[in-house]
């Protein structure tokens, strides 16, 4: 192999290295190959600043003015092609001539998520120069055209978190990780304490919690089981349980949520029963949920937990509707 | 099948022991504005809570009272009647009731035994708890012979039936003698009212039994929160 073919073989399996490896962090390892992608691309830049010009604003413009660059240090090493759609840059090469090729063979072969590492560069560079955030998709076609999109992002990174000195910040704000006994500890407290308020602070302090998230969240999706989807992937993945959305019906503002292995039914198993009879224990999930869905329907919504975990069911089970109803006139049994 | 249950209210709970089985029949007697419905709240949160089946009677007021006090306590309602987990017997309205089961000829007892065992039956082989509130509304128009027979009935069949229930009587609606017979048939009796101190009014409740003609029981001082419904005086820091 010669010097240049085994130089390249090994940018890409680090990338590959990299790319699997992130995958199996918590907190969105997707996010941190985007903070791998402008350590990089800065460092690109910075180290061969002499050799390239931004002389516009323009998102694609920016992005030609990369890829020449690129092309001038190293001879067809980017053979995309690129064109304005609104704020969205679409971008296209045939697989076969890419440099990472070989990189994207071998995430479909382990079945890791498409990644593209010409439009993660892209993604870096814009956030570089124009300090703005922009997320892509992509796909391949049958005769192996790789077609990309970039677009500007409005989903926050929530879940990311970074640590700045002695500082942990979660989204940027800061944040605190503490071992589950910590978490039970608190729970058998206020359950010595005040017994009768147990349910209601969790249930309470879910809600507010969850006020807060959907609030900020609110605006940057238009479609609200899109928005539901995004905060449930974020609850997944700080923590709290697998949560998905088993279904939602906006025309009667009914939706029913699912949690397996939630948190808090790991810790009553292991720390022992919050209650004296057997009974749902999920209060923390249904106050965010009744949260998140009381701001999304715009209306007064409540959420009970039907089933739950630690009374053998296999998973939470959460039901959500308007909080009072009207009654119909029902036909019935009369005495 | 059948497990212990509790009322939800832990001052109260911590009493009971092992808990109060299904198949019991709870008896609730109090002034009025003392807390009764409160108490059939908890007990009915509780319930639910645990995957019972709650049938709740509604006599002194309507249904939507209820769904809008378990409300306020953060409890919805509406899931667990999609859920067919709680159900609403109208015995309130004279008539148009909107609820599923409702029940306006109060002359006939008859016609509530037979209304309240059709109900049941829907859910035989589920922990069901049934609150009447109150009974004694129920009661009014009935002689003293027929509201002994009607009670002695009915207990049998809750008893057979496993059938976890509440039934409140509003002090003073009936008459004395017949409170004192109809207590010997229930197997726990709480008797709820007001009690005054030096410097303010205090709410007690009683919990115990009937043994040998008298009722044994032991006093707790509690209160009603709006955040957490009925507080017994050792929840509050207070010493029993």
Redesign the interface.
């Known amino acids: 192999m010669k010097n240049k073919d085994f130089l390249l073989e090994t940018i890409r399996r680090i990338y590959f290295s990299m790319y699997k490896t992130v995958g199996q962090l918590p907190f969105s390892g997707q996010y941190w190959l985007e903070q791998f992608m402008i350590e990089i691309t800065s460092h690109l830049l910075q180290d061969h600043k002499d050799d390239y010009q931004f002389n516009s604003e323009e998102p694609v413009d920016i992005c030609r003015t990369f890829f020449n660059f690129l092309n001038n240090v190293y001879p067809n090493w980017v053979n995309n092609q690129l064109e304005e759609s609104g704020d969205n840059l679409l971008v296209s090469s045939e697989r076969d001539g890419c440099i990472y090729s070989n990189f994207c063979l071998q995430t479909q072969t382990e079945d890791l998520p498409l990644f593209c590492i010409h439009l993660g560069s892209l993604q870096a560079v814009l956030r570089i120069v124009l300090d703005k955030h922009y997320a892509y998709s992509v796909k391949i076609t049958e005769e192996g055209i790789c077609q990309g999109r970039l677009f500007p992002s409005t989903q926050l990174k929530e879940e990311i978190v970074t640590r700045q000195g002695h500082e942990l910040k979660l989204a940027g704000r800061r944040a605190i990780l503490f071992p589950k006994e910590m978490y039970a500890s608190m729970l058998m407290s206020i359950k010595n304490h ?4 147990l ?2 602070v969790l ?1 309470e302090a879910g809600y507010q919690s969850g006020l807060q998230t959907i609030r900020r969240v609110r605006a940057l999706h238009a479609d609200v089981e899109e928005c539901l989807r995004f905060l449930f992937d974020a609850l997944t993945n700080a923590g709290f349980g697998r949560v998905e959305l088993e279904s939602l019906d906006l025309t009667i503002a009914k939706a029913r949520i699912r949690c397996y292995d939630s948190f808090q039914v790991v810790i009553t198993n292991e720390y022992g029963q919050l ?6 224990i999920c209060d923390l999930l249904r106050g965010v949920f ?1 949260a998140y869905l009381s701001v999304l329907l715009d209306r007064d919504i ?3 937990e ?2 739950c975990q630690s ?1 053998g069911g296999d998973y939470c089970e959460f ?7 009207e ?9 | 099948m059948r ?4 009322f939800g ?3 109260l ?1 911590r009493n009971l022991g092992k ?1 109060v089985s299904y198949g019991s029949q709870i008896a609730v007697e109090g002034d009025s504005g003392i807390g009764k419905t409160v108490l059939a709240g908890e007990f009915i949160k ?1 319930g ?4 019972d089946t709650c049938i709740y009677v509604a006599c002194d007021e309507p249904p ?1 009272a209820m ?2 006090h378990l ?1 306020s ?8 009647e ?2 067919d ?1 709680l159900i609403f017997i109208d015995a309130y309205e004279e008539s ?10 109060h002359r006939h007892l008859v ?2 035994y ?2 309240e065992k ?2 049941l039956r829907c859910y035989a082989g589920r922990r069901v708890r049934l609150v009447v509130d109150s009974l004694s509304t129920l009661l009014t128009m009935a002689d003293t012979s027929e509201v002994l027979e009607f009670h002695r009935t009915r207990i049998k069949q809750l008893r057979k039936s496993g059938v976890l229930a509440m039934d409140i009587f509003v002090n003073g609606v009936l008459e004395p003698r017949v409170m004192t017979i109809t207590n010997h048939l229930y197997n726990l009796i709480i008797k709820m009212s007001f009690t005054s101190s030096t410097y303010s009014s205090l709410r007690q409740l009683q919990v115990g039994k009937v043994k040998s003609q008298q009722f044994v029981s032991s006093r707790h001082i509690f209160t009603i ?1 709006p ?3 009925i ?1 017994v005086a050792a ?1 509050m820091g207070v010493g029993e």
């Open positions: 005040v017994p009768h308020a349910k209601h249930y209650y004296r009879s057997p009974q749902v009744t409540i959420c009970e039907m089933n009374v039901l959500a509707l308007p909080s009072l109803q009654k119909g006139s029902e036909e019935g049994t009369r005495g | 497990k212990a249950a509790y209210i832990e001052g709970d808990g509780e639910l809570r645990c995957g939507v769904r809008e409300l306590f953060k409890v919805g309602a509406p899931a667990y999609e859920m987990r148009g009731s909107a609820e599923k089961y409702a029940f306006s000829d016609k509530y037979v209304l059709e109900v929160s955040l957490y419904g507080v929840d």
